[in-house]
């Protein structure tokens, strides 16, 4: 796993601005040798993270990085009117930041951990997810939620809603839409994906872990990964973010929502879901552990099922599994 030292950590921020640094004018900011700072670079390639040489002038990052700071995010937290108290735990590297909650001790708090690189991070169904060094927001939050474990049908529908809606918030025309349950697309290609974990119930207070993959900075055109279409927030705004400000905003949309689904379950936003549902009226295929089903998609029911007519005009209602699109 990934560790980063102090002089290494203090390197990314000092090229964290883009431009290119000489070896004398690093070591002379960090106190040390201009050797030393090339052993440290050389570290930092070996780790994957892209530093490029620049011959007679220095060292410069492929991209400017502004690193995840716990004080930045309580600050943005404070600003943007969190309306819990929020324990952070922020790692330059981690396993998983949804395995990490699932080990953590519970607390009355909302625990949010992220990680600049992910070594194992997961996907749905056992899918790895992509989760290279300080590009994208890879970050886990759990909630104590006070209801009945049967209430929480349509959970993972409604937290992607959330995410979209911090999405608009930043680009509010950006054509994004949620395929049930929970991968946010835009144009065909995904943007950000979940994984939800409900934890075992205790005095009535259910835990639940929000894990959410959101592309931000990672180079989509240039650079697209093998097995499926991808796309980044930067593509889709033409701008970068700073990852400290994009997470505090992500929890924020997700109290909200999370406060009003507890209170009301799932109906007030039916309509909000039927506004972005990517399948409604497409030909998709839903695999299961248990087998697959074909038919037309239209829409979700009260309990957040996605309502399936097969060719026979047999309605399907299915809670949970894996679509994709068919030709007929
Ligand atoms: C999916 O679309 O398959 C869900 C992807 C979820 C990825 C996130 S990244 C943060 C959190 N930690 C993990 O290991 N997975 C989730």
């Known amino acids: 796993m990934l560790k980063l030292n102090n002089s290494q950590l203090a390197l990314l921020q000092l090229l964290g601005d883009g431009s290119c640094h000489s070896g004398i004018a690093l070591g002379k900011?960090?106190?040390i040798s201009r050797s030393a700072i090339w052993k440290q670079i050389n570290q930092l390639l070996e780790a994957g993270i892209p530093v490029k040489r620049i011959a007679h002038k220095g060292y410069q990052l492929s991209n400017p990085l502004i690193l995840l700071n716990d004080q930045k995010i309580n600050n943005f937290l404070q600003i943007f009117k969190f309306p819990s108290i929020a324990n952070l735990h922020i790692f330059n590297s981690i396993d998983s930041t949804n395995k990490f909650l699932k080990e953590l001790p519970a607390t009355?708090?909302?625990d949010i951990c992220c990680a600049e690189i992910q070594s194992q991070g997961r996907g749905r169904f056992g899918r790895h997810w992509h989760s290279p060094f300080g590009e994208n927001i890879y970050c886990s939050s759990r909630w104590n939620l006070h209801c009945d474990l049967?209430?929480?049908?349509?959970?993972?529908?409604v937290s992607s809603l959330a995410v979209l809606s911090t999405i608009k918030e930043l680009s509010p025309l950006a054509e994004a839409q949620i395929k049930w349950p929970n991968d946010i697309l835009w144009h065909n290609k995904k943007l950000c994906g979940s994984l939800i974990e409900v934890m075992a119930e205790s005095n009535g207070i259910i835990q639940v872990i929000i894990g959410i993959g959101l592309n931000v900075h990672s180079d989509t055109k240039n650079q697209p990964l093998a097995d499926s279409t991808w796309c980044s927030l930067m593509e889709i705004t033409e701008r970068r973010f700073d990852r400290n400000e994009l997470v505090a905003k992500l929890m924020c949309h997700l109290a909200e929502y999370l406060s009003q689904f507890i209170e009301a379950g799932i109906k007030p936003f039916i309509e909000e879901w039927h506004n972005y549902d990517y399948l409604k009226g497409k030909f998709i295929t839903v695999s299961q552990s248990t087998g697959s089903q074909s038919g037309t998609a239209?829409?979700?029911n009260e309990l957040g099922q996605l309502i399936l007519k097969d060719n026979e005009g047999k309605i399907h209602y299915i809670s949970s599994g894996d679509a994709s699109l068919k030709t007929r």
């Open 298 to 300: 239209c829409g979700i």
């Open 108 to 110: 009355k708090n909302v």
């Open 150 to 157: 049967s209430r929480l049908s349509g959970l993972s529908l």
């Open 29 to 31: 900011t960090l106190g």
